[in-house]
């Protein structure tokens, strides 16, 4: 229970530092008569069932964009190996690193457990990578904490029966083997948002855009999802005109 606990005081404080920050910096510049720092571009955060095509779509937005698309492994990857991370904090600019900074030193205890320290270097990751924007995330909880004005969240579903013969054919699997692969990743899902974010990523109320991946086909989602995020843009270039002096 300590490990949880512990696990879940630093999310929320990591989340809690990233909206305050954002909260305090716009009301220096408005205090400034400056208009709201608004300059980070777009990103996109995909969150999908297994089996529903998540991966498959993003690179297909990814490679409509000319934006990179980073699934789990690569977003473990970047968030266990010390010279990676280093590398992408070494190029976000020094006023976005300033968020980046109050996030990670928020957290007053110091974690021991090296599932801790993990957690705290892909929430940092996750928050460099929306610094820059412009880029694709695949999973990790990425819906669930970066900053909402400037994050398109996408959730990809489709029914079991579909989801199974994907799993079948992409992973060789029979039926039973495949219908037990679903169950299990579905778990290990679901407990890893709950267990370190608090939200249950099945709940629709924490994205802008559902799709079902067996009515659209993979080009179909990339339009949808395009659209969506023209529509993002535009509120972003309306809010900057109004905000200004």
């Known amino acids: 229970m300590e490990v949880k606990g512990s696990q879940s005081v630093l999310a929320e404080s990591l989340i809690r530092a990233g909206q305050h920050w954002q909260a305090r910096h716009q009301a220096e510049l408005a205090a400034k008569g400056q208009a709201p720092d608004m300059t980070s571009p777009p990103t996109i955060a995909l969150s999908r069932e297994v089996g529903a095509l998540g991966t498959t779509v993003a690179r ?20 266990q190996e010390m010279n990676l991370r280093v590398r992408l904090l070494e190029s976000v600019d020094e006023r976005r690193m300033s968020w980046i900074e109050e996030c990670i030193e928020s957290f007053g205890l110091k974690p021991q457990l090296s599932e801790n320290a993990y957690v705290r270097h892909l929430v940092q990751t996750l928050f460099s990578l929306a610094a820059h924007g412009e880029c694709v995330i695949v999973g990790r909880g ?26 079948m054919r992409e992973q060789g699997m029979s039926r039973d083997e495949a219908l037990r692969y679903i169950h299990q990743k579905t778990r290990e899902r679901v407990k890893f948002n709950k267990d370190h974010f608090q939200k ?10 559902l799709l079902n991946s067996s009515r ?17 843009e535009k509120q972003l270039s309306e809010r ?5 002096p």
């Not at 659209?216 to 993002?232: G, K, Q």
């Not at 900057?240 to 200004?244: A, Q």
Request: charged letters at 25%; glycine letters at 4%.
């Open 216 to 232: 659209f086909s993979t080009p179909e989602c990339a339009d949808l999802i395009l659209a969506a995020l023209r529509n993002l």
């Open 60 to 79: 297909a937005v990814g490679e409509r964009l000319g934006w990179p698309v980073y699934d789990h492994e690569l977003l473990e990857k970047i968030a």
């Open 200 to 209: 249950d990523l099945t709940e629709p109320e924490h994205f802008d855009l």
């Open 240 to 244: 900057r005109h109004r905000t200004s």
């Open 142 to 167: 990425a819906p669930l904490i970066l900053p909402l004005p400037t994050t398109l969240r996408v959730r990809l579903v489709a029914p079991l029966d579909f989801r199974l013969g994907v799993v």
